[in-house]
Structure formats: C-alpha cells, structure tokens
C-alpha cells in the first residue's frame, strides 16, 4: 500500500510522460512519423550512391530549359557561421514557445572533409536542376508550382507545407528571412510567429506594414526542430530565391539574420559587423541596394539590440523617402 502522500501509479506514469515530452521537445521533437527511429542522413547517401550508379553516362549533360532566360549561376551560401544575430540562439523558456533553431553540424575543414562524389554529383545534379526550374518560371505564381514540384531539398519530406511568400507582390521593400519556424509551418507564412510579431512592430516604427513590404525566407521549408538550414539546403533552394527576387522586382531588399545575408550578399562575416551597411545585391548586371539587419528572432533574445534595428530601420526609411542610400558595393 502507498503512503498516503505518495502520487499514484498513474500520476506517477504522467510525470513521467510529461518529463518525456518534455525531453523530446526541448531535443527538437515536434512530429512523431514512425514507431522506430530513421537515419535519414544514411539513407539519402545511399539514395544518392544508387541514383550515381543508376546514372547512364549521358545523364551527366543537363539540357538547357526551353523557356530559360539568363539563368544565373546558382551562389552557394556557404559559411555557416553562427552570427549573434541568427534566429538560432534559445529565450528564455517563459517568454520563447518555439523551440530555439539549433546551429548545423559545424563544416569540417577542407582536408578533413570526406570526399563523397556521389553527394557531390547529387549537389551539383541538384543545383542545375533547380536553376533550371527556377529560370523557367515567369511569375510568382509558376515560381510557388516550380517549388511545390522541386524535389532536391529534403526538408519538404518533413515540413508541414510550403512556406512562400506574404505581403505586397510589387512592393518596394523584399525582406528574406532563414527559414520557417513552427507557426510558419503550420499557417503557411512567413513570420507569423512572435518573431514575426516584432517583424511587424519593426515595420510600424517606420510607418510601413504587411501589406506594403513583401517577406520571403532563403529556404521556403521548415528545419525540422527549428535547426539553421544547412549550407545545402540553403544553395538547393537559392536559385529559387534569387529568381523570387527579380520577380518580385523590389527598390530593397533587406536580409534578416546571417543565413540570409551571407547566401544573398556572398558574405562570410557576422552580422554584427555587416548590418545597417548599404550593399549591392547582384543578379547579373543588375545590382539592388540591399542592407542586413538583426533577425527580430534575436532581437526577443536581446532586446537590447533593438537599438542598432532602430537605426538600420531608419537608414532604410530614409531611402524610401528618396534618400539616395550610401551604397557601398561589395567586392
Ligand atoms: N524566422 C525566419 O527567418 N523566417 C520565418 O518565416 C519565421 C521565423
């Protein structure tokens, strides 16, 4: 017989579930898909090994798509180096729902690297693949179907959905955020969730809301446990971006976090040192002011840079009242 204090056997197996649940959501957890655990890493490698040796010879050579118009080159966002600014780091638990984005696995170094040419072919497979796609879209709307269809990106197999677009299709400012987060999966947009919230806090400061700026992210999938999207997967989805971009046909474009900044201005410095800077976002010969600021995702953790979003806010008001901005290209 118990003592009369102690918890019963069935609330004592609830703690124990709760604490379990709470284990599995604090490591990332958000969606039970099987009964056993999956090594998703080994299995597209040896999904890739096969698809090489499947390869008949004249795979190699990638036809040029019928309707495509100045495919630019793919740029990878390569560097994955966690600014402070990035989304990833955790609030504190009270005040942050979502679980925190954890950073990827750090890239080994060059001659360290395992040199596996079957992914590499894949990478390159994949890069030519959603170029070619994404060139081949001639508005917004066949752009969404060419990423609906697009299959070089894993992160579709675990997202909810597509995350898009929101906003103005032909407003004057185009901010790219990293990737969804959960309330992003979930409804279909981005920055709906208190990032986005402050987001539109941010907009309201300098006079502007939803509806007059358009918002994107460089990966349009969410990570699965909010994890930064690797290097990878953001190059998979980069042509798709920049042709986002030039359709969008933006006066601005503005970064928000590191991912975004060092795929879209080729950058491998932290954020903290490139933001409020007035660059050049280059698409062949056409070159568009763009700036990178603290991701709102950071700015809930450390309020106290708001300031330095204050200002970069205000730089960005400025040229859109006709202030030529201090443009300083990059190298
Ligand atoms: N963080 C992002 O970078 N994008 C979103 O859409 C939401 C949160």
């Known amino acids: 017989m118990p003592a009369p204090d102690a918890p019963s056997p069935d609330a004592l197996s609830q703690d124990a579930l709760a604490a379990a649940l709470d284990f599995y959501r604090h490591v990332g957890v958000d969606i039970a898909v099987g009964e056993a655990p999956r090594n998703f890493f080994e299995e597209s490698e040896t999904a890739a090994a096969r698809r090489l040796e499947a390869r008949p010879a004249s795979a190699e050579r990638v036809e040029p798509h019928p309707r495509r118009v100045a495919a630019a080159p793919p740029r990878k966002g390569e560097g994955e180096e966690r600014a402070a600014s990035e989304p990833s780091r955790q609030a504190p638990r009270e005040t942050f729902r979502e679980p925190p984005r954890r950073p990827a696995p750090p890239p080994l170094p060059e001659a360290s690297r395992p040199l596996n040419p079957a992914l590499a072919a894949d990478a390159a497979a994949v890069a030519a693949s959603a170029a070619e796609s994404a060139a081949g879209a001639r508005n917004l709307d066949e752009l969404r179907a060419a990423l609906d269809a697009f299959q070089g990106c894993a992160l579709k197999t675990t997202a909810t959905q597509l995350v898009f677009e929101d906003g103005a299709r032909n407003a004057r400012v185009h901010l790219v955020g990293e990737a969804p987060g959960a309330d992003e999966d979930r409804e279909g947009r981005p920055f709906v969730g208190r990032a ?42 980069l042509p798709f971006t920049r042709r986002q971009i030039d ?26 040192k490139t933001r409020g800077r007035w660059m050049a976002y280059r698409d062949g010969a056409r070159s568009i002011p763009a700036m990178a600021m603290l991701h709102p995702a950071y700015l809930l953790r450390q309020p106290l840079q708001k300031r330095l979003a204050w200002r970069d806010l205000r730089a960005l008001k400025r040229a859109l009242d006709g202030e030529a901005p201090d443009f300083a290209p990059t190298a």
Do not use: H
């Open 196 to 237: 986005g919230q402050l987001l539109d806090k941010m907009l309201a400061s300098i006079g502007l809301d939803r509806s007059q700026v358009y918002i994107s992210n460089v990966v349009p999938w969410r990570p699965p446990g909010n994890r930064t999207p690797s290097p990878l997967e953001v190059a998979a989805c």
């Open 247 to 272: 359709l969008v046909g933006a006066e601005f474009v503005i970064c928000l976090g590191a991912p975004s900044m060092q795929a879209l201005l080729e950058i491998k410095d932290g954020i903290l």
